[in-house]
């Protein structure tokens, strides 16, 4: 197993390296001076001698690239052109919401997805079955903006007044204060921008179930629902049609005849037998489905006026901070693969076939 | 030991309600096994031996469904049952083996963990200690050496002749009064085979099991069974005691089969082939199904064959057959 | 037994048919069935969008003759019936009589003056919001220009009353009583007028810094004290037309054989100019931006600059008396003309202001006519006691009249957005269509039609879907094959640079590749298909890799055919299925991610019909127009699941494995 983990680890290095290559050669294919890109106005000839130096913008291509991947290695990824301070901190700052509303995601695709696959596939070809086909069909074509506006109109308009309704945008209530978590157990800490301390306390809801405030939990909570339900969609729908199709086919194994022959009771043989293995795709494809969630959170947060790694990166492209778009999309893609390289880890623990090689 | 037979399986009828058609897999079977006994069920692939057996437990698949008839299993018709209550005897009182048994054991669970489970299923009283203490006996009765390290193995991690002893382990876990093993050689090598046979012989007469024993291999028939049952396409076309069965086959395809059977040291030309295939299931022709494939028929010229089904006769004492050619001597 | 000789460069023989089969295969299937009639629909509406269209996508709806065009119209489904031109939209009875009635701004309100009482009304639903009592009969109202306020004159007393608290704020003398008020523009201050008396009224809370303020002489009688009566304009007749400047500056009061332009400054009033006319004044107006006024008096219809020199720029003369002048102006295919009109008897008549030609005459009916352009031109509207009339400006066709069959008309306006016109009677007011047209899908913030432009969109979106997809198809079939064919380094670095770009989640990458090229349609397009080259390219590698070993392809490399020759003859076949599914679905996920760049501002650019960038266009109007944001959203969801389900039906066709 460890061998497994380590070779896989091993493997994975080419593929971030190629990932830094190909964002570090988009920038220098960016049209025009990155001097004049990153100062503008102020990009005077010592200006930007003095820039080029700086950055090594002189030095020969592959010399670059190693600084560049010293950099990066440092968790120097450069300074935001807009904000004017360290991408890192507006990663710690704007991070955190990202993942949150991420998990949350990917926790309500799950929890419903599987279920409702599983359902589809226990009772198939009833009208139960192609319901959940039908919703899981639209599901997976719907544009997850549009998805999020209707959400948003559904919940805010159409339900103002009853006590369904739930708030369209933010990520708390106006005026709603919640204490960093640190200070509230009363630790006597001030914590830098950039560190482990600030980067939970700016994940909202973390933060208030740490510091035991309720309302400001359940607060935070509403206002993640919509975000959650139109950002969990897509992936919702990915894994239930995924589920279906794979319990279809295990159910129809012999080893689940087995079972039944065992004297299994029905619910014992789809839920212990056929799900296990019916789930090693759905894994994969769960894998796999948080890349869109990665892009998904993009266009939900911008939506939900969340302040995520999403707007960050809207703002940044529509502020041409090209420095954030180029950090940003090197954090996301070495997100997935981390999340790839998890994923493959959890196959060898539910999938005992898989062997070394 | 009493004559009452273990099992009676009375005029069963199971259908496949598809878009192309009514598949009739099993149309209207009737035969009983004693206690101790083996029954063997004889016919190519498709000719609804497979089928007969997951009535007899109630696992046919969707969207097959048992139409008609009785399955009294120890004075109970098993049909009236519901399927909460077919569970307490499936794996308990009737178990059955597979002919893949590598594909027939869960690929992600250890091997002593599935058949605890059994023991799990049908003996609430057990506590784990116990139960393990079992599973470790049953490996070892099934001749698996070092049963503690290989009851911690995955599937996979086994050969298919240990594999299907522990499917064999799993079927005699709760001493079962029916065993019914689907072709569990098939998928094996010779030598393998040899041993497999040789274990279920054992343990029938040491757990006095009914046996039903499906296979198309009728050299392993001449081994194993007391009684033998011949399918072809849904229908016994005969029954009757192994001895009777090989000294004087009866109805033409039965001849065929014996005929196809290499028999060391004897040198044939060419071995004897039946021509043709089953004809469809879906749309069966009027008169005897065999019709289209006899040679008996051509030989004798009978042309009730093609218009009508015989019924299965007793030609003689304990030796029935389905076929026209011997309308009269009934 | 002799051996016929095996042609080993004979491609295996496929199934017969595999098309017609895979064809009959999805025909089964009723989701793969509804994909392909959306999908066939689709591309239908994609060729015939011209028909279907009711205008052409990028068309401004100002300069169509179809007024009735409001800021994102509401969606209206013809076969449910939409009003037509002279359709009352809405009828409000008053319990009284109604002397005057009057629009807000915005068109939302309508204040009817009826006995003693004010009452204001909703338009959009024709519910009465609330009612202002006056003591004694209210002889004239005014809305200010923000619509916060409304000025009542009622006996010798002005009321200004609060909209939102609906009581009075301040209440001033009018000696004599006023039987005329009007706010001036910038809400600053209000004229009031009797018979031949106007006074001027000044707001010291906006305007603290002028003297009529610092003086003792307050009119105001509540304790705010806040209005200055700043004097009084002594007229020698009594006046015909009094009309505020845009900016609240000159007050331009018709009197007699004159046109006075009353100001005050340092709390004087007085006459700043006075413009001589032959005969006496019937009507004047001023133009939009008070540079022009439009004056009638005798035969003749006058234009004078409306500053110094105060020079008549124009006349036009008729050979009967006119009266009832009105300004309109109309942008005809980009030009701005500018139209003035007055009426004579029952005639109606249009001149050019630029040209000094007469453009139309049209008259109706026996009565003599008052009338107006509609704000855009297109409309004439006239009315006499009993009827209205609105005519097409273009064809010069009545397009209705409307007999009041109760009363007299006392006045008929145009609502500010020139779709209806608002008839006042003595027992009711009336609001009515005038364009039989109404938007399907209403109108966005532009003024567009939505429904044109939505229809327009299926193109972009189809043709975005198969060209990028078809890009990355060739480009991934020629990476794919030649890692296949090569096979050792060549392979590994080829696929090692597709598995370093399938490392980015396909949008995320798309954006940086957008970023680099620069926004816009084309180069979404060209992210797009680069991102999905490694798909491709995967499907081909596998195919060629099990193709390549074959006896037929063995064969044929022996006999020295051209690589390329084998790669479209033997090996290129037998991708083709996979290819095909991955190309259908594909298809789908390049319209949703293009529709995602679009809608991110990296996409199509305005004004281009895309149905992201419309959705991302309008998407703050998400709560007061939803059905903006509503419809293209659910046309990128119908073409993407209509590609999705012909996907998933071809899969289920062409991989027997999932057969069952």
């Given at each position: 197993?460890?061998?497994?983990?380590?070779?896989?680890?091993?493997l994975?290095?080419?593929?971030?390296?190629g990932?830094?290559?190909?964002?570090?050669?988009?920038?220098?294919?960016?049209?025009?001076?990155?001097?004049?890109?990153?100062?503008?106005?102020?990009?005077?000839?010592?200006?930007?001698?003095?820039?080029?130096?700086?950055?090594?913008?002189?030095?020969?291509?592959?010399?670059q690239?190693?600084?560049?991947?010293?950099?990066?290695?440092?968790?120097?990824?450069?300074?935001?052109?807009?904000?004017?301070?360290?991408?890192?901190?507006?990663?710690?700052?704007?991070l955190p919401?990202?993942?949150?509303?991420?998990?949350?995601?990917?926790?309500?695709?799950?929890?419903?997805?599987?279920?409702?696959?599983?359902?589809?596939?226990?009772?198939?070809?009833?009208?139960?079955?192609?319901?959940?086909?039908?919703?899981?069909?639209?599901?997976?074509?719907?544009?997850?903006?549009?998805?999020?506006?209707?959400?948003?109109?559904?919940?805010?308009?159409?339900?103002?007044?009853?006590?369904?309704?739930?708030?369209?945008?933010?990520?708390?209530?106006?005026?709603?204060?919640?204490?960093?978590?640190?200070?509230?157990?009363?630790l006597?800490?001030?914590?830098?921008?950039?560190?482990?301390?600030?980067?939970?306390?700016?994940?909202?809801?973390?933060?208030?179930?740490?510091?035991?405030?309720?309302?400001?939990?359940?607060?935070?909570?509403?206002?993640?629902?919509?975000?959650?339900?139109?950002?969990?969609?897509?992936?919702?729908?990915?894994?239930?049609?995924?589920?279906?199709?794979?319990?279809?086919?295990?159910?129809?194994?012999?080893?689940?005849?087995t079972?039944?022959?065992?004297?299994?009771?029905?619910?014992?043989?789809?839920?212990n037998?056929?799900?296990?293995?019916?789930?090693?795709?759905?894994?994969?494809?769960?894998?796999?489905?948080?890349?869109?969630?990665?892009?998904?959170?993009?266009?939900?947060?911008?939506?939900?006026?969340?302040?995520?790694?999403?707007?960050?990166?809207?703002?940044?492209?529509?502020?041409?901070?090209?420095?954030?778009?180029?950090?940003?999309?090197?954090i996301?893609?070495?997100?997935?693969?981390?999340?790839?390289?998890?994923?493959?880890?959890?196959?060898?623990?539910?999938?005992?076939?898989?062997?070394?090689? | 030991?009493?004559?009452?037979?273990?099992?009676?399986?009375?005029?069963?009828?199971?259908?496949?309600?598809?878009?192309?058609?009514?598949?009739?897999?099993?149309?209207?079977?009737?035969?009983?096994?004693?206690r101790?006994q083996?029954?063997?069920?004889?016919?190519?692939?498709?000719?609804?031996?497979?089928?007969?057996?997951?009535?007899?437990?109630?696992?046919?698949?969707?969207?097959?469904?048992?139409?008609?008839?009785?399955?009294?299993?120890?004075?109970?018709?098993?049909?009236?049952?519901?399927?909460?209550?077919?569970t307490?005897?499936?794996?308990?009182?009737?178990?059955?083996?597979?002919?893949?048994?590598?594909?027939?054991?869960?690929?992600?669970?250890?091997?002593?963990?599935?058949?605890?489970?059994?023991?799990?299923?049908?003996?609430?009283?057990?506590?784990?200690?116990?139960?393990?203490?079992?599973?470790?006996?049953?490996?070892?009765?099934?001749?698996?050496?070092?049963?503690?390290?290989?009851?911690?193995?995955?599937?996979?991690?086994?050969?298919?002749?240990?594999?299907?002893?522990?499917?064999?382990?799993?079927?005699?876990?709760?001493?079962?009064?029916?065993?019914?093993?689907?072709?569990?050689?098939?998928?094996?090598?010779?030598?393998?085979?040899?041993?497999?046979?040789?274990?279920?012989?054992?343990?029938?007469?040491?757990?006095?099991?009914?046996?039903?024993?499906?296979?198309?291999?009728?050299?392993?028939?001449?081994?194993?069974?007391?009684?033998?049952?011949?399918?072809?396409?849904?229908?016994?076309?005969?029954?009757?005691?192994?001895?009777?069965?090989?000294?004087?086959?009866?109805?033409?395809?039965?001849?065929?089969?014996?005929?196809?059977?290499?028999?060391?040291?004897?040198?044939?030309?060419?071995?004897?082939?039946?021509?043709?295939?089953?004809?469809?299931?879906?749309?069966?022709?009027?008169?005897?199904?065999?019709?289209?494939?006899?040679k008996?028929?051509?030989?004798?010229?009978?042309?009730?064959?093609?218009?009508?089904?015989?019924?299965?006769?007793?030609?003689?004492?304990?030796?029935?057959?389905?076929?026209?050619?011997?309308?009269?001597?009934? | 037994m002799?051996?016929?000789?095996?042609?080993?460069t004979?491609?295996?023989?496929?199934?017969?048919?595999?098309?017609?089969?895979?064809?009959?295969?999805?025909l089964?299937?009723?989701?793969?069935?509804?994909?392909?009639?959306?999908?066939?629909?689709?591309?239908?509406?994609?060729?015939?969008?011209?028909?279907?269209?009711?205008?052409?996508?990028?068309?401004?709806?100002?300069?169509?003759?179809?007024?009735?065009?409001?800021?994102?119209?509401?969606?209206?489904?013809?076969?449910?019936?939409?009003?037509?031109?002279?359709?009352?939209?809405?009828?409000?009875?008053?319990?009284?009589?109604?002397?005057?009635?009057?629009?807000?701004?915005?068109?939302?309100?309508?204040?009817?003056?009826?006995?003693?009482?004010?009452?204001?009304?909703?338009?959009?639903?024709?519910?009465?919001?609330?009612s202002?009592?006056?003591?004694?009969?209210?002889?004239?109202?005014?809305?200010?220009?923000?619509?916060?306020?409304?000025?009542?004159?009622s006996?010798?007393?002005?009321?200004?009353?609060?909209?939102n608290?609906?009581?009075?704020?301040?209440?001033?003398?009018?000696?004599?009583?006023?039987?005329?008020?009007?706010?001036?523009?910038?809400?600053?201050?209000?004229?009031?007028?009797?018979?031949?008396?106007?006074?001027?009224?000044?707001?010291?809370?906006?305007?603290?810094?002028?003297?009529?303020?610092?003086?003792?002489?307050?009119?105001?009688?509540?304790?705010?004290?806040?209005?200055?009566?700043?004097?009084?304009?002594?007229?020698?007749?009594?006046?015909?037309?009094?009309?505020?400047?845009?900016?609240?500056?000159?007050?331009?009061?018709?009197?007699?054989?004159?046109?006075?332009?009353?100001?005050?400054?340092?709390?004087?009033?007085?006459?700043?100019?006075?413009?001589?006319?032959?005969?006496?004044?019937?009507?004047?107006?001023?133009?939009?931006?008070?540079?022009?006024?439009?004056?009638?008096s005798?035969?003749?219809?006058?234009?004078?600059?409306?500053?110094?020199?105060?020079?008549?720029?124009?006349?036009?003369?008729?050979?009967?008396?006119?009266?009832s002048?009105?300004?309109?102006?109309?942008?005809?295919?980009?030009?701005?003309?500018?139209?003035?009109?007055?009426?004579?008897?029952?005639?109606?008549l249009?001149?050019?202001?630029?040209?000094?030609?007469?453009?139309?005459?049209?008259?109706?009916?026996?009565?003599?006519?008052?009338?107006?352009?509609?704000?855009?031109?297109?409309?004439?509207?006239?009315?006499?006691?009993?009827?209205?009339?609105?005519?097409?400006?273009?064809?010069?066709?009545?397009?209705?009249?409307?007999?009041?069959?109760?009363?007299?008309?006392?006045?008929?306006?145009?609502?500010?957005?020139?779709?209806?016109?608002?008839?006042?009677?003595?027992?009711?007011?009336?609001?009515?269509?005038?364009?039989?047209?109404?938007?399907?899908?209403?109108?966005?913030g532009?003024?567009?039609?939505?429904?044109?432009?939505?229809?327009?969109?299926?193109?972009?979106?189809?043709?975005?879907?198969?060209?990028?997809?078809?890009?990355?198809?060739?480009?991934?079939?020629?990476?794919?094959?030649?890692?296949?064919?090569?096979?050792?380094?060549?392979?590994?670095?080829?696929?090692?640079?597709?598995?370093?770009?399938?490392?980015?989640?396909?949008?995320?990458?798309?954006?940086?590749?957008?970023?680099?090229?620069?926004?816009?349609?084309?180069?979404?397009?060209?992210?797009?298909s680069?991102?999905?080259?490694?798909?491709?390219?995967?499907?081909?590698?596998?195919?060629?890799?099990?193709?390549?070993?074959?006896?037929?392809?063995?064969?044929?490399?022996?006999?020295?055919?051209?690589?390329?020759?084998?790669?479209?003859?033997?090996?290129?076949?037998?991708?083709?299925?996979?290819?095909?599914?991955?190309?259908?679905?594909?298809?789908?996920?390049?319209?949703?991610?293009?529709?995602?760049?679009?809608?991110?501002?990296?996409?199509?650019?305005?004004?281009?019909?895309e149905?992201?960038?419309?959705?991302?266009?309008?998407?703050?109007?998400?709560?007061?127009?939803?059905?903006?944001?509503?419809?293209?959203?659910?046309?990128?969801?119908?073409?993407?699941l209509?590609?999705?389900?012909?996907?998933?039906g071809?899969?289920?066709?062409?991989?027997?494995?999932?057969?069952?």
């Open positions: 197993m460890g061998t497994f983990i380590l070779r896989r680890l091993i994975s290095i080419p593929v971030l390296l990932i830094l290559f190909l964002t570090f050669a988009l920038t220098r294919l960016l049209p025009g001076d990155p001097c004049r890109a990153a100062l503008q106005e102020k990009a005077t000839e010592e200006a930007c001698n003095a820039f080029n130096q700086r950055y090594g913008l002189d030095r020969p291509i592959t010399v690239f190693k600084i560049y991947l010293q950099d990066f290695v440092q968790g120097d990824l450069g300074t935001s052109i807009k904000y004017n301070y360290s991408v890192m901190r507006l990663i710690v700052e704007r919401t990202t993942l949150e509303l991420s998990i949350m995601a990917m926790f309500f695709a799950v929890a419903v997805g599987i279920p409702l696959g599983l359902l589809s596939a226990y009772y198939h070809n009833s009208s139960i079955d192609i319901g959940t086909m039908v919703i899981a069909n639209i599901g997976v074509s719907m544009p997850v903006f549009w998805l999020g506006l209707m959400l948003a109109y559904f919940f805010a308009v159409v339900l103002k007044g009853t006590p369904f309704v739930l708030p369209p945008s933010g990520s708390q209530s106006p005026g709603m204060q919640i204490q960093p978590f640190y200070e509230a157990w009363g006597n800490i001030e914590p830098a921008r950039s560190s482990v301390w600030a980067f939970i306390s700016n994940m909202t809801i973390t933060n208030a179930a740490l510091a035991g405030d309720w309302a400001g939990f359940k607060d935070g909570f509403r206002h993640m629902i919509l975000p959650m339900v139109a950002l969990g969609t897509i992936p919702m729908s990915i894994i239930a049609r995924m589920t279906r199709s794979s319990l279809l086919e295990v159910l129809g194994q012999n080893y689940v005849k079972a039944r022959a065992k004297g299994a009771y029905e619910r014992n043989v789809v839920l037998h056929a799900f296990r293995n019916a789930m090693l795709p759905v894994v994969t494809i769960i894998g796999l489905s948080l890349g869109s969630l990665l892009s998904g959170a993009l266009l939900t947060e911008t939506i939900f006026g969340l302040a995520g790694v999403g707007s960050a990166l809207y703002d940044a492209i529509n502020g041409r901070d090209y420095t954030v778009v180029q950090a940003f999309t090197v996301i893609a070495v997100i997935f693969v981390i999340i790839n390289l998890l994923v493959d880890v959890l196959y060898v623990f539910l999938d005992p076939r898989i062997r070394l090689n | 030991m009493t004559d009452e037979p273990m099992l009676k399986v009375e005029n069963l009828r199971t259908y496949f309600f598809t878009r192309g058609g009514t598949v009739k897999a099993v149309d209207g079977v009737n035969f009983e096994v004693k101790g083996v029954l063997a069920l004889v016919g190519e692939s498709g000719c609804g031996k497979s089928m007969t057996a997951l009535s007899i437990i109630q696992l046919v698949d969707k969207p097959g469904k048992i139409v008609e008839g009785t399955v009294i299993f120890d004075g109970e018709n098993l049909l009236e049952r519901n399927r909460s209550q077919m307490e005897i499936r794996g308990k009182r009737i178990s059955m083996i597979f002919q893949e048994p590598r594909s027939s054991l869960n690929p992600v669970i250890r091997v002593g963990k599935q058949l605890d489970e059994v023991l799990k299923l049908h003996y609430e009283d057990m506590d784990k200690h116990e139960r393990r203490q079992r599973v470790i006996q049953l490996l070892k009765d099934v001749g698996i050496p070092d049963p503690e390290r290989r009851a911690n193995n995955y599937p996979h991690e086994m050969s298919g002749g240990m594999a299907q002893r522990v499917m064999i382990a799993m079927g005699i876990a709760c001493e079962p009064e029916l065993l019914i093993a689907d072709e569990p050689t098939t998928a094996l090598d010779v030598t393998i085979q040899a041993q497999v046979l040789d274990l279920i012989r054992k343990l029938r007469d040491e757990m006095q099991m009914a046996v039903i024993f499906i296979t198309h291999d009728m050299g392993v028939v001449a081994e194993m069974a007391d009684d033998v049952a011949v399918m072809y396409a849904g229908t016994i076309v005969e029954h009757a005691a192994v001895g009777s069965l090989f000294e004087e086959p009866m109805h033409p395809y039965t001849q065929g089969l014996i005929a196809s059977i290499p028999i060391l040291g004897e040198f044939k030309d060419r071995l004897e082939v039946i021509p043709g295939t089953v004809p469809s299931l879906i749309d069966m022709p009027p008169g005897c199904r065999f019709a289209s494939r006899c008996a028929r051509v030989e004798h010229n009978l042309e009730k064959c093609l218009h009508e089904e015989p019924e299965l006769l007793e030609v003689r004492e304990g030796h029935q057959v389905r076929c026209w050619l011997y309308e009269e001597n009934a | 002799t051996d016929t000789p095996v042609d080993l004979k491609k295996p023989d496929k199934p017969k048919g595999l098309w017609r089969e895979t064809f009959e295969s999805l089964r299937k009723p989701s793969a069935v509804a994909g392909m009639i959306i999908l066939g629909s689709l591309l239908l509406i994609a060729i015939i969008a011209p028909l279907l269209a009711t205008h052409p996508p990028n068309r401004v709806l100002l300069d169509v003759p179809e007024e009735g065009v409001s800021k994102r119209m509401d969606p209206c489904i013809h076969l449910f019936g939409c009003p037509k031109a002279g359709d009352e939209l809405l009828n409000i009875k008053p319990d009284a009589a109604i002397s005057m009635a009057a629009l807000n701004s915005t068109g939302s309100l309508i204040m009817a003056v009826s006995g003693n009482t004010v009452e204001v009304w909703r338009t959009e639903d024709g519910s009465k919001l609330f202002l009592p006056h003591e004694e009969p209210v002889r004239h109202a005014a809305w200010s220009a923000n619509d916060q306020r409304i000025l009542t004159a006996g010798e007393k002005l009321y200004v009353w609060d909209v608290t609906r009581e009075p704020l301040y209440i001033l003398d009018h000696p004599g009583g006023a039987t005329f008020v009007a706010w001036s523009r910038d809400g600053t201050r209000f004229a009031s007028a009797g018979e031949q008396d106007v006074h001027f009224w000044l707001d010291c809370k906006q305007i603290a810094y002028s003297i009529a303020c610092s003086g003792s002489s307050f009119g105001a009688t509540t304790e705010n004290k806040t209005f200055v009566d700043e004097g009084v304009a002594q007229l020698e007749e009594p006046w015909t037309s009094i009309q505020w400047d845009s900016n609240g500056t000159f007050l331009m009061i018709a009197t007699g054989n004159k046109i006075q332009l009353w100001t005050s400054a340092g709390g004087v009033v007085y006459a700043s100019k006075t413009i001589e006319h032959e005969a006496p004044v019937t009507s004047v107006r001023y133009n939009r931006e008070s540079t022009r006024i439009l004056s009638t005798g035969n003749k219809l006058h234009i004078w600059r409306a500053s110094s020199p105060y020079e008549e720029l124009q006349v036009f003369e008729y050979d009967e008396p006119l009266a002048a009105s300004w309109g102006e109309q942008t005809k295919e980009g030009n701005l003309r500018v139209l003035a009109m007055a009426t004579s008897g029952n005639t109606l249009v001149w050019d202001t630029r040209t000094g030609e007469q453009l139309d005459v049209v008259s109706a009916g026996d009565e003599p006519l008052r009338g107006a352009i509609s704000p855009l031109a297109t409309r004439y509207l006239g009315y006499s006691e009993s009827t209205a009339y609105v005519w097409d400006a273009d064809t010069n066709e009545l397009l209705f009249s409307k007999d009041l069959d109760n009363g007299t008309i006392q006045n008929a306006v145009w609502q500010n957005t020139g779709g209806s016109i608002v008839v006042t009677g003595e027992q009711d007011i009336r609001v009515m269509k005038t364009s039989n047209f109404q938007y399907i899908m209403g109108t966005d532009s003024l567009r039609d939505e429904y044109s432009r939505l229809i327009y969109a299926t193109r972009v979106s189809l043709r975005v879907g198969f060209t990028s997809v078809t890009f990355a198809i060739i480009l991934g079939t020629i990476a794919g094959a030649i890692a296949g064919y090569m096979g050792g380094w060549t392979d590994n670095i080829i696929m090692r640079i597709m598995d370093v770009m399938l490392a980015f989640p396909p949008l995320i990458l798309a954006i940086a590749v957008v970023t680099i090229l620069g926004p816009g349609l084309n180069n979404a397009l060209i992210a797009i680069v991102v999905f080259i490694p798909a491709y390219a995967r499907v081909v590698r596998s195919g060629v890799l099990s193709v390549k070993e074959q006896d037929y392809v063995m064969a044929d490399r022996a006999l020295g055919v051209s690589p390329m020759r084998i790669l479209f003859r033997r090996i290129l076949p037998n991708v083709m299925a996979p290819l095909i599914v991955q190309a259908t679905l594909g298809i789908g996920t390049a319209i949703l991610d293009a529709a995602a760049l679009s809608f991110l501002g990296l996409g199509a650019q305005p004004p281009t019909a149905w992201g960038y419309m959705l991302s266009e309008e998407r703050n109007q998400l709560f007061t127009a939803p059905h903006l944001v509503f419809f293209p959203g659910l046309a990128i969801m119908i073409t993407v209509a590609f999705n389900l012909l996907g998933d071809l899969r289920d066709a062409l991989d027997p494995r999932l057969n069952r």
